[in-house]
């Protein structure tokens, strides 16, 4: 059985993906919500903003991801957000 916290977030995330509010994710809100998510992410990760991110940088992302207790650390968007 589902928690409440669980059902709660989960209930977030569809309306998040819901994007023309219809009670359904079509597979056009899924894609343009991955568009909107995988821009936002680069953007954070891309910290000189020369469109590329370097095997180093990703590895350091990778590990700030996992070690860091920072919340705004660029590695935190390594896989996107979390709320």
């Known amino acids: 059985m589902l928690s ?3 059902r709660k977030k989960l209930t977030k995330h569809f309306y998040f ?3 023309d509010q219809d009670g359904f994710v079509e597979r056009e809100d899924w894609e343009q919500c991955a568009r ?3 821009e936002q992410a680069f953007s954070r990760l891309d910290l ?3 469109g590329r991110v370097s095997r180093g940088a990703f590895i350091q992302f ?3 991801f996992h070690i860091s207790d920072e919340p705004d650390v660029p590695g935190n968007w390594l896989f996107g957000p979390y709320d």
């Open 4 to 6: 409440k916290t669980m």
């Open 62 to 64: 990778g590990s700030n």
């Open 36 to 38: 909107n998510l995988a």
């Open 48 to 50: 000189n903003s020369d």
């Open 17 to 19: 993906r819901d994007l």
